[in-house]
């Protein structure tokens, strides 16, 4: 009796934990303007000018070479945002490093690994009293094969390490060390992708692909937390190469000159989300995207920028009868699961459908009761094709020839 109510009280304490995260997440992206929330959203703006002041001091110090980068002797790439996720840069990410390992390229994917298992906190204090050394980064993948799950790896490493046959992934919050260990594996790297590396400034790309999602670009063009940027939006000057995600439509000419206005010398490609097919979640079924026309469908998911995700459904004719939404990263238990499926049975739901992101994170001993598979998406360059074919030529360019004039230019 009473396991089951430490049971129930911990379930109530998560449950109020993540309304209260949505509710902050709600006021970031000013969804939330009740009197809570202008509150909240006073509060937050406070801390972003703070936040601005520390940007811009860590900006001076590497500027100036207070702080330095650390060079490994090793051609990097930086793919990124100024803002906090849903730009879609996994598959960017993904596009990449498959078209650099064509060009013969061995290429190494150096990631955070956000919401990655992390080493116990008694084991880092015994390492900090003892000088014990830093464990090797996490090898998602050797280049041969997937060695973690993504609870272990984090979705996104994950994810790449398993569309990416021949690419070596590795998790590790120093990338330095992270970069450092791919050189010298038996691998042998030639090019480290910095994946989310706009702001690590310890590793300078030679080349520095911005992402900037067209739907949203900047939020309410406040800082975190009161909003999604991560630096100033004059930062764009720093970018090699700007990537308008989520590009279905022309891209509104403000927005254009905004970023020319910032640099003038960057290369702008248009690129979109293209759904390719429907996948089995813990199966091996596969379906073409009209499979689901007019079938009465359940959809969920777990990611920054759900209603993209929600309208890809509904754009290829299914009838949508239900949806949840989950805070971004949301890791499922089989119990949630369960509930969530019985919920689309009552609204007469026929399958349930997913993203990738969100399949990773489904446990794989889960046998649902419906039908349930996840998108399968890619990137599709609209505008700006023979742009990023150059950029991939100029990566794949000889050691000797090494981009020794964009390294200097890249800062």
Avoid at 117 to 130: D, I, N
Avoid at 217 to 238: A, K
Avoid at 374 to 382: G, K, T
Wanted: proline share 5%.
């Amino acid at each position: 009796m009473r396991t089951g109510f430490l049971r129930r009280l911990g379930r109530s304490v998560t449950k109020r934990s993540e309304r209260f995260e949505q509710f902050v997440v709600d006021v970031i992206y000013d969804r939330e303007l009740s009197g809570r929330g202008r509150v909240l959203a006073g509060f937050l703006w406070m801390l972003s000018h703070v936040f601005a002041s520390l940007v811009r001091l860590r900006m001076y110090l590497y500027r100036n070479r207070i702080l330095r980068d650390q060079p490994l002797g090793c051609l990097v790439v930086v793919v990124g945002n100024l803002t906090v996720g849903g730009t879609g840069k996994t598959p960017v990410v993904e596009r990449l490093a498959r078209a650099l390992t064509a060009e013969g390229r061995k290429v190494a994917i150096l990631s955070r690994g956000y919401k990655s298992r992390k080493e116990p906190l008694h084991r880092r204090a015994w390492r900090w009293l003892t000088h014990v050394e830093a464990p090797d980064p996490k090898v998602v993948s050797d280049g041969e094969g997937v060695l973690l799950d993504s609870n272990e790896a984090g979705d996104e490493p994950y994810m790449l390490a398993r569309n990416l046959p021949g690419v070596m992934v590795l998790v590790d919050k120093d990338r330095v060390k992270a970069g450092a260990y791919a050189i010298r594996s038996k691998f042998g790297a030639d090019t480290l992708v910095l994946d989310d590396g706009f702001q690590y400034l310890r590793l300078k790309g030679a080349l520095n692909l911005l992402l900037i999602d067209q739907t949203n670009p900047f939020g309410n063009e406040c800082l975190l937390p009161r909003g999604i940027l991560r630096e100033p939006i004059r930062n764009i000057s720093r970018a090699s190469y700007v990537f308008l995600t989520k590009s279905d439509k022309p891209p509104d000419l403000d927005l254009v000159d905004l970023i020319k206005r910032h640099n003038s010398e960057a290369k702008l490609i248009r690129c979109t989300h293209k759904p390719c097919f429907f996948m089995e979640v813990n199966g091996d079924e596969k379906r073409e995207l009209d499979y689901f026309k007019g079938l009465p469908t359940a959809v969920f998911c777990g990611i920054a920028m759900p209603g993209g995700f929600e309208r890809f459904i509904a754009d290829q004719g299914a009838d949508v009868r239900y949806r949840r939404r989950f805070l971004d990263h949301h890791r499922y238990t089989i119990g949630e699961l369960k509930r969530l499926i019985d919920r689309a049975n009552a609204n007469g739901a026929e399958m349930i459908v997913t993203t990738e992101k969100d399949a990773v994170r489904i446990p794989k001993s889960f046998k649902p009761s419906l039908p349930l598979f996840y998108m399968r998406m890619e990137i599709e360059i609209l505008e700006g094709f023979d742009d990023f074919e150059s950029a991939v030529q100029r990566i794949c360019l000889r050691p000797q020839e090494n981009f020794l004039g964009a390294e200097s230019e890249a800062v």
